[in-house]
């Protein structure tokens, strides 16, 4: 028997952590209920209804990686290496699995990378750097010379 001591995970702001898993799935939970109001509000999410499900989309996309990521905060991946797996979706479920998570329906994973696609588009606008929006044909015209 290994006499070594478990990984501690902190549920509040410590010396090497900066991110807390219950603000993660907070967010989570914050991001599905803008998207289930959109849907109530503005119709089914579908490209025939209208621009507003690029958002809805996006929004789903956000509570998925927060609420996943959260999980892994809780298994003692640190806020470092929750960066190196990005924003990717698939990747991220792939790692939360690996970390202990329910393994999900094939079908679940094929419409996690339905989403993944639209989300990590988005995520590049989110998080933007001017030289590469110049040579996006959708943002260019946005960005100043």
Known sequence: MENSLPSIVTFGYGRTNDLWPFTLIDGARSYAAVADAGVVRLGRPDAAGGPHYLTILFLLGQAIENALKSYLLI???TEGELVKIGHDL???L???EIAGWPTQHPADHFLLKVI???YRHQKQLQYH???EMKS???CA???RP
């Open 116 to 118: 993944d696609g639209s």
């Open 94 to 96: 792939a790692q939360t």
């Open 75 to 77: 298994r003692g991946v």
């Open 90 to 92: 698939p990747r991220v």
């Open 141 to 143: 015209p946005f960005v």
């Open 136 to 138: 996006c044909h959708c």
């Open 129 to 131: 750097r001017a030289r």
